[in-house]
């Protein structure tokens, strides 16, 4: 998994934020190697879209992919999720997974 890092622009609002999510989330946590990289991706995804968390759900996504985890991967975890965590949650979720793996495909 490449090396993850807080926007640098909080480093000046909130350092210690910055620096703990730095030094313990990217730093510690991402890095155990009970869980694969692949594994944390997706169940920070699932919690990520079950939870709404949209602001953070994109990065995470993408970082997804980057650890292997392909399109219809996620598209069947979001696609689960609606029965747990509810419809608009996984129609967001599942709206957000389209924007950014830019679907020529679209279907009417």
Known sequence: MPKQSAPPHLAGVAPKLYELTNDVLFGDVWDREQLSPRDRSLITVTALAALYRTEQLGFHLNLAMENGLSKEELAEAITHLAFYAG????????????AITGQSDDQK
């Open 87 to 98: 419809w608009p949650t996984a129609m967001t979720a599942i709206n957000q997974l389209h």
